[in-house]
């Protein structure tokens, strides 16, 4: 392992809790779609509408707060995003129709949205690239114990309080994190290192100017078109598996949120951190190793979650969709390094969010709402989740096929400098 400094250990450590509510306030609705689709009398679609509003204002955001974060400070955005979608969260349990759902669902998509941009952008900064696979990874485990909670918690709470207090309990504690990370980062002591690169352009270039020129890196295009198609394939998967597995395997509210809390827990870690190991043991041989890692998984876990879906029996059912979460998960901790590889530090912020924007609205957004719409069509929900992770295969073939670009880009990058 390469020598880190601590302040590095120190604001991961805050990022990660940053990325644990991050995906607790994300991931909660799905939780409770069943509970809020009873009490306000909605369709499967308008349920998926819920999502789709945050999917509307999230990759907006995205590109709008990084290129601020890239000009004004990464460590201010992201203290001020979490104080945002903290808020908005709390207030959802407060909501009195489905229109202030749809409100509160689009504060959470703005603040959410300005988060990962900068905060991956910090993370490629203070460690080094033959450790950034591996720490985005252990970032991830804030996503992946965010997620768990959520489903964990939230269960729960709504099981003996109602679902409105698990929205309260799940935002409130979010503001006091929002003054910790602004307090440390007025400090100068979470990217110190980005004003120090000689690779930093000391006057930013005009915003139409960068997105210009990045999006002309082939393996950008290769990470962007891969990454609609995941997030078309998954978005929707996530959002409707607590409800699949109330239909179709028997669980209670709490029952389904605490199998698919511990079944993150268990699978998402392990698969995360695998993730980036092995996503950083094969850029050292390959510079596309990154592609190829997240680019395998799709590949073998597409199928077997498929069969999982397709499943009676409720044993299969875990094994595979397990197996399929695992392999998956290497996305979490190879997309946004694979991205930095080939992009100039002053702009990481920026082009992440331009992958948060192409896959959010192009993939999140239709997703969870089309899978309810063939719900409701077919009066299956399972025919929607199959005919949406049938995609995956498609961006494995993507990624596998772009992996070659990897090499020039690199050396371009490389000798550009700050472009």
């Given at each position: 392992?390469p020598?880190?400094?601590?302040?590095?250990?120190?604001?991961?450590?805050?990022?990660?809790?940053a990325?644990?509510?991050?995906?607790?306030?994300?991931?909660?609705?799905?939780?409770?779609?069943?509970?809020i689709?009873?009490e306000f009398?909605l369709?499967d679609m308008q349920?998926g509408?819920?999502?789709?509003a945050?999917e509307?204002?999230?990759p907006?955001a995205?590109?709008?707060l990084?290129?601020i974060?890239?000009r004004?400070?990464?460590?201010?955005?992201i203290?001020?995003?979490?104080a945002?979608w903290s808020?908005?969260?709390?207030l959802?349990?407060?909501?009195?129709?489905?229109?202030?759902?749809?409100v509160?669902?689009?504060?959470?998509?703005?603040?959410?949205?300005?988060?990962?941009p900068?905060a991956?952008a910090v993370?490629?900064?203070?460690?080094?690239?033959?450790?950034?696979a591996?720490?985005?990874?252990?970032?991830?485990?804030?996503l992946?114990?965010?997620s768990?909670?959520?489903?964990?918690?939230?269960?729960?709470?709504?099981?003996s309080?109602?679902?409105?207090?698990?929205?309260?309990?799940?935002?409130l504690?979010?503001l006091l994190?929002?003054w910790?990370?602004?307090?440390?980062?007025t400090?100068?002591?979470?990217?110190?290192?980005?004003?120090?690169?000689p690779?930093t352009?000391?006057?930013?270039?005009?915003?139409?100017d960068?997105?210009?020129?990045?999006i002309?890196i082939?393996?950008?295009r290769?990470?962007?078109?891969s990454?609609?198609l995941?997030?078309?394939?998954?978005g929707?998967l996530?959002?409707?598996?607590?409800?699949?597995?109330?239909r179709?395997?028997g669980y209670?509210?709490?029952?389904a949120?605490?199998?698919?809390?511990?079944?993150?827990?268990v699978?998402?870690?392990?698969?995360?951190?695998?993730?980036g190991?092995?996503?950083d043991?094969l850029?050292?041989r390959h510079?596309?190793g990154?592609?190829?890692?997240?680019?395998?998984?799709?590949?073998?876990g597409?199928?077997?979650?498929?069969?999982?879906?397709l499943a009676?029996?409720?044993?299969?059912?875990?094994?595979?969709?397990?197996?399929a979460?695992?392999l998956f998960?290497?996305?979490?901790?190879?997309n946004?390094?694979?991205?930095?590889?080939?992009t100039?530090?002053?702009f990481?912020?920026?082009?992440?969010?331009?992958?948060l924007?192409?896959?959010?609205?192009?993939g999140?957004l239709?997703s969870?709402?089309?899978i309810?719409?063939l719900s409701?069509?077919?009066m299956?929900l399972?025919v929607?989740?199959?005919?949406?992770?049938?995609?995956?295969?498609?961006?494995?073939?993507?990624?596998?096929w772009?992996a070659?670009?990897?090499v020039g880009d690199?050396?371009?990058?490389?000798?550009?400098?700050?472009?």
């Open positions: 392992m020598r880190i400094r601590r302040y590095a250990w120190h604001t991961l450590s805050l990022l990660v809790l990325n644990w509510f991050n995906f607790y306030n994300r991931q909660i609705v799905s939780v409770l779609a069943e509970a689709k009873a009398h369709t349920v509408g819920m999502n789709s945050f509307f204002t999230y907006l995205a590109v709008v990084a290129i974060a890239d004004w400070g990464r460590q201010r955005i203290a001020v995003v979490v945002l808020a908005a969260t709390a959802t349990g407060t909501a009195g129709s489905y229109l202030s759902l749809i509160t669902r689009l504060g959470v998509g703005v603040g959410q949205g300005g988060y990962g900068p991956l993370l490629s900064e203070v460690f080094p690239a033959t450790f950034r591996q720490a985005v990874g252990i970032h991830a485990v804030g992946i114990l965010g768990a909670t959520g489903y964990l918690a939230s269960g729960v709470i709504a099981q309080l109602g679902w409105r207090t698990s929205f309260i309990v799940a935002g504690p979010g994190l929002a910790l990370i602004w307090r440390f980062g400090r100068s002591r979470m990217n110190p290192s980005v004003q120090k690169s690779r352009s000391p006057t930013p270039q005009p915003a139409a960068a997105l210009r020129h990045l002309r082939p393996t950008l290769v990470v962007y078109t990454g609609i995941i997030y078309l394939a998954t929707g996530i959002f409707w598996m607590p409800t699949f597995l109330q179709y395997h209670t509210l709490a029952s949120a605490t199998v698919a809390g511990v079944a993150q827990v699978v998402g870690v392990v698969g995360v951190l695998a993730g190991w092995l996503g043991y850029s050292q510079p596309g990154k592609l190829i890692t997240m680019g395998l998984g799709l590949a073998i597409t199928p077997l979650g498929i069969v999982g879906l009676a029996d409720r044993t299969v059912f875990l094994i595979t969709v397990g197996m979460f695992f998960s290497f996305n979490f901790s190879c946004g390094p694979q991205i930095h590889d080939v100039p530090p002053a990481r912020a920026t082009t992440q969010s331009i992958f924007f192409l896959t959010h609205y192009l999140n239709p969870a709402p089309l309810g719409w409701d069509v077919e299956d399972r929607g989740m199959v005919v949406f992770a049938s995609l995956g295969l498609l961006a494995a073939l993507v990624m596998l772009g070659r670009s990897v690199i050396q371009l990058e490389s000798g550009n400098g700050a472009m």
